[in-house]
């Protein structure tokens, strides 16, 4: 008896201590879901949950066999669907972007192409002019155009100006943006020299190899520019070699003239423009000396028909000739044309200069000149010569 009630105290103090131990540790018993776990969290994408917000609704107890539709799993999945949109659409927008500057760049590469096609066009129809006219194709006879270039005299070719460095050579016409081409030619090579200056075995090698270009302009217009430059306000330079000898000739002017240009134009002495024709069609003007560089004719000053110029550039249209030219020479990533103030003598000003300039003298006129006309394409002034 002593032995089953010690096995019945030792049973019942056994009992009394399983209970205390699940009383003590309730919480870590597995077999019950009082207390469901939390949802996973995503904490690098939202705000952590606090008591009391939507995000901590408890699961059913049967978790395993329902859905589990909670706001924190709709939220983070409408996140992503509309970051994965927006991503999307920047996307399509910067390919879109892209095509569209693709798209610019070709359609501004085929213009450059248009246009450079069409420039070369037009050179190639101002050369072969040139070479109709040399060669008598257009019934226009001058002084010289069949002459050898053996024959043309040095001191003929003092307007051709030589880049070694870049290999050009450059005939400059006074009147025809000849200072900004000089410029031009100074900052490529900094010392430039006269063509005449060489020998004539350099002459032909440089001939042969060497970027020949010239620049012109219609030929009544470069003379009224040259008399409003020279003659128009006082110059004593010109007047004394040049302004005396027309008001000497041509003016009646009775007594002694004005020493300086200063004091004839105070006194309302000076050539005019009929006065200035007269003087370049009298033969006693170059039977004394040669014309001056700033009216004579450009088939003198740079022999076309002689020197075989690689391109022929017009005052008319000198901003796009000059960046033709800069490119044909390679030059165009080293400088741009002066685009200084233009000052220039307009082509419409010719019916009123000529106004004033007797119809037989106009012709006359057209006839001294008309060389220049023809070799560069320059329409003959029928409006002047006829009314």
């Known amino acids: 008896m002593g032995t089953w ?3 019945r105290v030792a049973f019942i103090l056994g009992s009394l201590f399983m ?3 699940i009383i003590v540790y309730w919480e870590d018993v597995g077999g019950f879901n009082l207390y469901p776990l939390q949802e996973p969290k995503h904490e690098s994408l939202h705000p952590r949950a606090t008591a009391g917000s939507p995000h901590s609704t408890s699961r059913p107890q049967n978790s395993s066999s329902s859905p589990v539709p909670t706001t924190a799993r709709s939220t983070t999945l409408v996140s992503e669907e509309t970051g994965g949109a927006a991503e999307e659409h920047t996307e399509e927008e910067g390919k879109e972007k892209q095509e569209q500057r693709q798209q610019e760049t070709r359609e501004d590469e085929e213009k450059e192409r248009s246009r450079t096609t069409a420039d070369n066009r037009e050179q190639e129809d101002r050369k072969q002019r040139i070479m109709d006219v040399c060669s008598g194709k257009d019934s226009v006879e001058f002084p010289g155009s069949t002459r050898p270039f053996e024959q043309i005299p040095n001191r003929e070719l ?4 030589v880049d070694d460095t870049h290999q050009i050579i450059y005939c400059y016409v006074p009147k025809v943006a000849c200072t900004n081409w000089k410029r031009v030619m100074v900052v490529l090579s900094q010392f430039w020299r006269h063509y005449g200056s060489l020998s004539r075995h350099l002459m032909a090698l440089k001939l042969q190899h060497y970027t020949k270009f010239l620049f012109v302009r219609d030929p009544f217009v470069r003379l009224i520019s040259a008399f409003r430059n020279k003659f128009g306000k006082p110059n004593e330079d010109f007047y004394k070699q040049f302004g005396s000898v027309m008001l000497r000739r041509y003016a009646n002017v009775s007594g002694s003239l004005p020493e300086t240009a200063a004091e004839a134009f105070a006194a309302g002495i000076k050539p005019t423009f009929q006065q200035f024709i007269t003087y370049l069609l009298d033969p006693e003007t170059e039977r004394e000396s040669i014309f001056n560089e700033h ?3 450009v088939y003198r000053l740079c022999h076309p028909c ?3 110029y690689d391109f022929i550039g017009r005052l008319e249209s000198l901003e796009t000739d000059a960046e033709h030219l800069l490119k044909l020479l390679e030059v165009d990533h080293l400088l741009h044309f002066p685009s200084g103030a233009r000052n ?3 082509a419409s000003w010719e ?3 000529f ?3 007797p119809i037989a003298m106009r012709r006359e006129l057209y006839k001294l000149y008309e060389p220049d006309f023809e070799l560069f394409g320059y329409p003959k002034p029928d409006s002047t010569l006829h009314q």
Do not use: E, S
């Not at 003092?158 to 100006?161: E, G």
């Open 19 to 21: 209970i205390l131990l």
């Open 355 to 357: 106004a004033q300039i």
């Open 306 to 308: 002689q020197v075989k």
């Open 295 to 297: 009216w004579r004719q």
């Open 158 to 161: 003092d307007h051709l100006i």
């Open 351 to 353: 019916r009123d200069w």
């Open 5 to 7: 009630r010690g096995l």
């Open 344 to 346: 220039q003598t307009a």
